[in-house]
């Protein structure tokens, strides 16, 4: 999957951006991490140059965790900024991790 964000676009009243990756009902259907294969995320500039990227398979510290907060952009003054994170927890829910943001 892949997902383009235009941040240059954006409205000014939005001033951050959280990445997150969650297994879908991954409670439900015992699913973490730690069973993937090949699974990673990464994210990439304009020009294609890789700035962070994060295994989620293949580590033993991801096992039991559903979700991981992998970072965010951020307006600093007229520019946009990004910070890798890399957080990962037990929880598939998305909303329960964004409630943390606002």
């Keep these: ?3 383009i964000v235009k941040l240059d676009a954006l409205d000014k009243k939005y001033e951050k951006i959280v990445f997150l990756v ?3 009902q991954g409670k439900r259907r015992e699913q973490h991490f ?3 294969e090949n699974a990673y995320i990464r994210a990439v500039d304009a020009k294609g140059k890789e700035i962070a990227k994060f295994n989620l ?3 033993n510290s ?3 965790t559903r979700a991981m ?3 965010e952009a951020y307006r600093e003054g ?3 900024k990004f910070k890798a994170i890399g957080e990962p927890r037990s929880t598939d829910n998305f ?3 964004l409630k943390e943001f606002t």
Excluded: K, M, P
């Design 95 to 97: 909303v329960d991790i």
């Design 22 to 24: 969650t297994i879908y």
């Design 1 to 3: 999957e892949q997902i």
């Design 34 to 36: 730690g069973l993937l």
């Design 57 to 59: 398979s293949g580590n």
């Design 62 to 64: 991801l096992n039991g």
């Design 69 to 71: 907060i992998f970072s």
């Design 78 to 80: 007229n520019e946009w």
